[in-house]
């Protein structure tokens, strides 16, 4: 482990170290049929959202609610899939190895976002950042919130998968 921020992280997700590992062979497709689960789970969540029809201010409460419960039961949940899976040194790195990636996302992301508001800009990329945010505004106005949240949804969830499974631009499969 390179760093103390990395070490304290794995320290305090260790309760929860049964789901992240088990979220992390999901999002990576360690088995052939997690991309169709995750398609599956995705699309029957957001088809209930549309049949139902809620309000900005119900889902909003009603995601609140979900994350409250989630938030009090992963600890159990996590102990019970952690205990399931014969917790071992192969998994302990393979959690360890989640908690660097982890650790590693969180510092991009702050550098770019310190890049963003710390720096002057040059007129070019300010230009082209502000096109980009007027297309995506043009194409929320013309394109259903829900569909384009669904699509948004399936591209974060597929990303992991796909960049793991398809490294070195189009290598070999390490689906089994």
Not at 121 to 141: E, H, K, P, R
Request: glycine share 4%; hydrophobic share 50%; with cysteine.
């Amino acid at each position: 482990m390179p760093n103390q921020n990395v070490k304290q992280l794995v320290q305090d997700l260790q309760p929860f170290k049964g789901a992240i590992e088990s979220a992390h062979r999901l999002l990576t497709w360690e088995k052939q049929y997690y991309p169709g689960l995750l398609f599956v789970g995705i699309s029957i969540s957001y088809a209930t959202l549309w049949y139902l029809d809620l309000s900005v201010i119900t889902m909003l409460f009603l995601l609140v609610f979900v994350v409250n419960i989630f938030h009090y039961l992963l600890p159990t949940i996590s102990r019970w899939l952690g205990n399931a899976l014969d917790w071992d040194e192969q998994h302990e790195e393979k959690f360890e190895h989640v908690c660097e990636q982890i650790y590693s996302f969180k510092e991009h992301w702050a550098a770019w976002v310190q890049y963003l508001f710390k720096e002057r800009l040059s007129a070019v990329l300010v230009t082209m950042i502000s096109l980009i945010l007027l297309a995506f505004a043009w194409i929320g106005a013309n394109v259903d919130n829900c569909l384009l949240m669904y699509l948004a949804t399936l591209l974060i969830a597929i990303w992991a998968g796909l960049k793991y499974n398809l490294n070195d631009c189009g290598s070999k499969s390490k689906l089994k």
